[in-house]
Nanobody, 123 residues
Framework: VQLQASGGGLVQTGGSLRLSCAAS????????MSWYRQAPGKQRELVAT???????NYADSVKGRFIISRDNAKNTMYLQMNSLKPEDTAVYYC??????????????????WGRGTLVTVSS
């Protein structure tokens, strides 16, 4: 399974960006899909999660500004980021929990990370 993240870039304060993360490979289904971010000198933090049924959770710092969504038919997740602030500057990583065929009729759950996409918000 591979994750391809895209959509990062440079934007001014108050601007918007949309990140995408597409999963490909032998996937039966995807459970949770999440975006994390890591700013320079800081630990990676959870930004938002969307479950297979569509329920969402957000970090307090992005509530009301970011919207996470997914297209299950395309195994793709999105993060619409609005009203961006300099403190949103970070490398954004996608994370997915997949269910895959294992031996015989059994299945297993796997966890994958994308390579990260840089978001820079200038003041």
């Amino acid at each position: 399974v591979q994750l391809q993240a895209s959509g990062g870039g440079l934007v001014q304060t108050g601007g918007s960006l949309r990140l995408s993360c597409a999963a490909s490979g032998s996937i039966l289904r995807i459970n949770n899909m999440s975006w994390y971010r890591q700013a320079p000198g800081k630990q990676r933090e959870l930004v938002a999660t969307i479950a297979s049924g569509g329920s969402t959770n957000y970090a307090d710092s992005v509530k009301g500004r970011f919207i996470i969504s997914r297209d299950n038919a395309k195994n793709t997740m999105y993060l619409q980021m609005n009203s961006l602030k300099p403190e949103d500057t970070a490398v954004y990583y996608c994370n997915v929990q997949t269910v895959e065929q294992y031996f015989g009729s059994s299945t297993r759950t796997q966890n994958y990370w994308g390579r990260g996409t840089l978001v820079t918000v200038s003041s």
